[in-house]
């Protein structure tokens, strides 16, 4: 089995999936079992799928699995914030924070494995720009 616990993306998944532990623990009796039941099914469901996606052959499936997960978990915490689940701004300016840095990695991680990169057994680090360079054409 890989190993995963060094992945940017699984360190902010467990991070995320922690902090949704704690927050929802402030939420009313009724959104604590409804919503942040969901939030917290949702953000450990996302941990699993890292490891799967590290774990496996054929990424892309379970890639676009991951990133259909972190886009349903951005939606509820968007749809806690409407009802006034969390006690407070910031809190869910946080978890908020730290699910889009999540979706971004697993959206990256799909967009690198469909360019044939599938037989990494980690996840890419973030790209960065590449200055271009223009060739001057050879003499005739």
């Not at 998944?13 to 009796?29: D, G, I, P």
């Not at 699993?48 to 774990?55: C, E, G, H, Q």
């Not at 972190?70 to 939606?75: A, G, R, S, V």
């Not at 960065?128 to 001057?136: L, P, V």
Request: proline share 4%; aromatic share 8%; hydrophobic share 40%.
């Amino acid at each position: 089995m890989a190993r995963y616990e060094h992945l940017p993306i699984y360190k902010k998944a467990m991070e995320l999936a922690v902090y949704l532990q704690n927050v929802v623990r402030n939420f009313s009796r009724y959104d604590k079992y409804s919503i942040g039941a969901d939030l917290r099914d949702l953000s450990r469901r996302s941990l699993m799928l890292i490891i799967r996606a590290n774990n496996a052959v054929n990424k892309t499936d379970v890639l676009r699995e991951l990133v259909e997960c972190c886009e349903m978990l951005k939606t509820m915490l968007f749809f806690a914030k409407e009802v006034k689940a969390f006690a407070n701004f910031k809190s869910f300016q946080h978890a908020a924070s730290l699910a889009v840095v999540v979706s971004k990695q697993s959206e990256g991680w799909l967009k690198s494995s469909k360019n044939g990169r599938n037989s990494e057994s980690v996840a890419p680090q973030p790209v960065q720009e590449r200055a271009h360079t223009h060739c001057a054409p050879s003499p005739p």
